[in-house]
């Protein structure tokens, strides 16, 4: 993709994404590419997506946690949510690409936390996806929730933020 087509694709999806959060629009989530899972992440919990920074390591920490950032101002811890999601304490994340983009949590959450994705994929409504009542309830990670086909048949997996947010091992980063 050239710089030109990011640059409008990312426009074009903050003022989508500035409409489905003031009510304007029937999306519902972000679709992003975390490791190889495509996830949806609910607008409501959603905060600001900002490209990927140089992160401040924390000695001991976990693999998936990269460090502190700030942001606007605000120190964020950061997760690589692909890493976090895989749980291989043996490896660590792979360098983020260009693509890859910080996610924070909505400020309702209170937890100053940004996700790191490979990938924004763009906004998500439920018209566009249908569930898929095959795809069992993990119980490892109980913050991900329902389970969606898009129109090509690939697997989406809901993610809920707040679940997230309140996760112990989410929360324990050293």
């Known amino acids: 993709m050239s710089r030109a087509s990011l640059r ?3 426009t074009h999806l903050a003022q989508r994404l500035n409409a489905a959060q003031s009510g304007q629009s029937p999306s519902r989530w972000l679709a992003v590419m975390a490791g190889p899972m495509r996830l949806l992440l609910p607008l409501e919990f959603s ?6 920074q140089h992160c401040a390591p924390l000695p001991h920490a976990r693999p998936w946690f990269l460090g ?4 606007r101002g605000q120190v964020c811890g950061v997760v690589h949510l692909g890493q976090f999601i895989e749980q291989d304490a043996s490896s660590h994340p792979p360098a983020p690409s260009a693509q890859a983009r910080l996610i924070q949590f909505a400020a309702a959450l209170d937890l100053n936390t940004a996700l790191l994705v490979d990938q924004l994929v763009g906004l998500r ?11 069992s ?3 490892t990670h109980t913050w991900l929730g329902a389970a969606f086909r898009d129109e090509d048949q690939n697997l989406w997996r809901e993610v809920d933020l707040l679940a997230l947010a309140e996760n112990e091992q989410f929360l324990n980063v050293v």
């Open 8 to 10: 409008e694709f990312q």
């Open 47 to 52: 905060g600001e997506i900002s490209p990927m």
């Open 68 to 71: 502190l950032v700030s942001l």
């Open 125 to 135: 409504n439920p018209d566009q996806l249908r569930i898929d009542r095959s795809i």
């Open 137 to 139: 309830s993990d119980l």
